[in-house]
């Protein structure tokens, strides 16, 4: 069992920056892939972010390439998500995940374990 909890989300305005955290309890984080996802009112839920397990490979849905960074500290079992020149199509419920994932397979990642959410709102 893999325990997340969120924290970092608030309000900002376009273009501002932030930081998201997720910290895991539970056996074996480190041999977890994770995740962020994301979802907007009236929206299906959207991954935008995954790490592998070991921090080696990183993959980011189109719309945030180039704006959001994910990583991790397995030593702190810690995963965050930096967001830059945020917009108002970011704004959304954030939640990071655990699961499992091979980066050299065109599947996607399996996720099994997932947090409450951390809401980011964008005002202009």
């Known amino acids: 069992q893999v325990q997340l909890v969120e924290s970092g989300g608030g309000l900002v305005q376009a273009g501002d920056s932030l930081r998201l955290s997720c910290a895991a309890t539970?056996?074996?984080?480190?041999?977890?892939?994770a995740g962020w996802f994301r979802q907007a009112p009236g929206k299906e839920r959207e991954l935008i972010a995954t790490?592998?397990?070991?921090?080696?490979?990183?993959r980011y849905t189109d719309s945030v390439k180039g704006r959001f960074t994910i990583s991790r500290d397995n030593t702190k079992n810690m995963v965050y998500l930096q967001m830059s020149s945020l917009n108002f199509e970011d704004a959304a419920v954030y939640s990071c995940a655990a699961g499992i994932w091979d980066p050299y397979d065109s599947s996607p990642p399996r996720y099994y374990y997932w947090g409450q959410g951390t809401q980011v709102t964008v005002s202009s």
């Open positions: 790490i592998s397990f070991n921090g080696g490979h990183t």
């Open positions: 539970g056996r074996s984080f480190d041999t977890y892939a």
